[in-house]
């Protein structure tokens, strides 16, 4: 009887004894979802930071503000649920370090180092205190570490832009600027010949006007794409070419002659180069000097050659290729351009288009950049389209290492 | 005593046995489940505010571009809750900023929030249907 009562009670001892390893196990369950946790609040901690830090590098040069901006965008993410004013201590073990240095995309993998030179990349570590829980208070201290590394990657553009004839446009009427009056730069207009001085209008058909052209606000927009590809920590390669039709069109020349010229419907304005002033430079100077800006537009063709030259083999090879097509009007020879686009993004370019006027076929551009896996902006002036060439000097590819 | 009156006594009593061990492991069996199930809600709601995390990180991420906007930001924001299959989830911006005009390198912040009753677990034992969970604050600069 003694011994049936005592089996009678059995299992609920051994339920009871199981209560223990349950317990441990729940625990258990709880502290690695915890760990779980921090690891994935470290690792978009460090993200975050590298990422902003990344576009920091781009156009920053002071080290101290790129990695203390850094570090504390980190930290602010770090600290959980933290308000901006709460004035939140960080925890006592927790480690945020920011480092500057080197990253390179190998043929087989990235790689890091803080060493070495150019600065292209930062890097973003953080230790937070995870650890096991038992009713409320962490019982030990495990470090969940996280870094991320984010790199400005190397670049080389080419700038594909219109020289066709509209170009040479008023900027308020959009047609030609037929303007005889006396101008320093117009010979036609201050020429003792009155028959000269009469088609002195003429003068602006073909040579742009320095300030009332299309033409006139491109270049200080080129020059400001020049001056931040300048400022960027990246050294790119920066080329030119211009576009307009293949033929043959009478104009004036300096020398106040009529004389046939001879366009192309593409041409290399400036090789690879890392002196952007100096690119900028010569091409005002050939389209103010020496030749015309005239023919129609063949877009295709500029992206043709611009393709041509930043998959050349004196550009760096590993580098990021990208293509900026802008223009002021619509393709009227050659092929479609998003067919051009097309081609040379399947030879890993990236095709930005930009439409200058009100007068330009925006919906062929969006296609061309869409294709193009690029981004399609529209200026109405010239501020807006300096404005346009800064940014997308500022965004070389950022990607992320580790 | 017979050997099978000793028999009939013998299966009896074991008959009894298993119907008093069911009786325990019915009474035993639910404590252990009551303790697995706050776990089992714990560990979930801590997956589902992880993961409401990294939604409101790539939500920051596009806001915080220069050209970035807050429809933008909701977009791909969806895109991850719709993923993770969290429902109910809202995109939250502090009403001092309006992402598309923050000015570059201003500081702003996210966070998101999902009912806690639809991402729950089908388990009993629940309590705070009515609560939400919450990601917590993300941190981001507009870049330039």
Known sequence: MRKFSQKRGASGVIVMTMLVPVLIIGFFAISLANIQRSESTSQISTDLAAVYGGNLLSRESDVDKILSLSEELALRNLIPNANQDSGESPPEHLRITTELGSASIGQFKP????????????????????????????????????????ANMDRVICLVVDRSGSMTFDLDSGTWLLDPTPHPDNPMSTHPDVQIQQNAGQWWKGWPHPTRSRWSELLPAVYGLADELEKTNQQEFFSIVSYSSAGSEHRWNHKLKRVPYRTTDSSIEVRPTKHYANAVRKLEHKYSKIFPVMGGTNIAAGIDTGARVLLNNNSKP??????????????????????????????????????????????????????????????VDGVTLEEIFRKIANMPPRIFVD | ???????????????????????????????????????LHLTHTWHVEKMLKIATYEA??????????????????EEYTNAFGITNANLIVPEQFQI????RDELFYLRAEASRATNTLPLPFFVGFNGKIDSGWVYYRKEG
Not at chain 1, 120 to 147: E, K, M, Q, Y
């Open chain 1, 318 to 379: 590993n580098a990021f290729k990208t293509m900026i097509v802008m223009t002021d009007g619509q393709y009227n020879r050659g092929r479609a351009p998003w067919l051009a686009a097309e081609d040379a993004a399947k030879q890993g370019i990236e095709v930005f288009t930009v439409t200058f006027s009100n007068q330009a076929d925006q919906q062929s551009m969006i296609l061309t950049a869409e294709v193009g896996n690029g981004k399609h902006f529209h200026a």
């Open chain 2, 60 to 77: 920051i991420k596009v806001a915080g571009k220069p050209d970035g906007t807050y429809e933008d930001a909701v977009v791909v924001f």
């Open chain 1, 111 to 150: 790689s890091f180092d803080s060493q070495a030179k150019p600065t292209n990349a930062i890097r973003v570590t953080a230790a937070v205190p995870a650890g096991i829980i038992v009713f409320g208070s962490r019982l030990s201290h495990v470090d969940v570490s996280a870094h991320s590394t984010v």
């Open chain 2, 1 to 39: 005593m017979t050997r099978r009156y000793q028999q009939r006594i013998r299966q009896r009593s074991s008959h009894r046995r298993r119907g008093i061990e069911s009786v325990e492991a019915a009474i035993t069996l639910p404590i252990l489940f009551l303790i697995l199930c706050p776990v």
């Open chain 2, 100 to 103: 598309e005009q923050l000015d």
